[in-house]
């Protein structure tokens, strides 16, 4: 997933909304926390991805001590 902050994503919307819609995973980020996702409407994803993805989240709550799926949720980081 290629991240780029909210300045740079309101220049370059229209390209961000095309390369998502073609199925590419574009996060904004704010102040260089993620903020919102651009996803294609009709997402063709692999189960590979999603659990890829789950990995991912779990690596980092190993890393951050205290770090719960309850707030990461809650916090829109999943």
């Not at 909304?17 to 409407?41: D, M, N, P, Q």
């Amino acid at each position: 997933m290629r991240t780029l902050g909210l300045f740079e994503a309101k220049q370059k919307l229209s390209e961000l909304v095309e390369r998502a819609g073609r199925g590419e995973r574009i996060g904004i980020t704010r102040r260089g926390k993620l903020t919102a996702l651009i996803v294609s409407a009709h997402p063709e994803v692999s189960l590979e991805e999603v659990f890829r993805d789950i990995e991912g989240v779990r690596g980092r709550a190993r890393r951050d001590k205290g770090v719960t799926a309850k707030r990461l949720i809650e916090e829109g980081r999943v």
